[in-house]
């Protein structure tokens, strides 16, 4: 898994854009610009657990672009975890491709 990974991952998951701060929302998108594409697929079912209650700003965007690049994506039984509207979304995406 990318170091940045590890990062965004000790960062936790993305605030509401109510809630968030701009020092906290400057650490999620240096990080987020820092990792490097294709993500592996570990680096992805990292990155599934981050997403927040809102697009947060258009990070959530980012973080499912990223996620997207992985080379298995999308990978079994990650997008079952959760009912949240990210989750919904990749999960939608995928039906797509």
């Known amino acids: ?20 701060n701009l020092v906290n929302l400057e650490k999620f998108q240096t990080l987020l610009m820092k990792v490097e594409q294709p993500i592996s697929d570990d680096d992805a079912q990292a990155l599934v657990k981050l997403f927040g209650p809102d697009e947060c700003f258009g990070l959530a965007w980012t ?8 080379p298995g994506w999308p990978l079994e ?3 079952d975890e959760s009912e949240s509207e990210w989750i919904n979304r990749l999960k939608q995406r995928a039906k797509n491709v």
Do not use: D, F, R
């Open 77 to 79: 039984g990650v997008l």
């Open 1 to 20: 898994m990318q170091s940045v990974v590890q990062e965004l991952v000790k960062l936790g998951q993305l605030p509401s854009s109510v809630k968030a």
């Open 63 to 70: 973080l499912v672009h990223l996620i997207e690049t992985a």
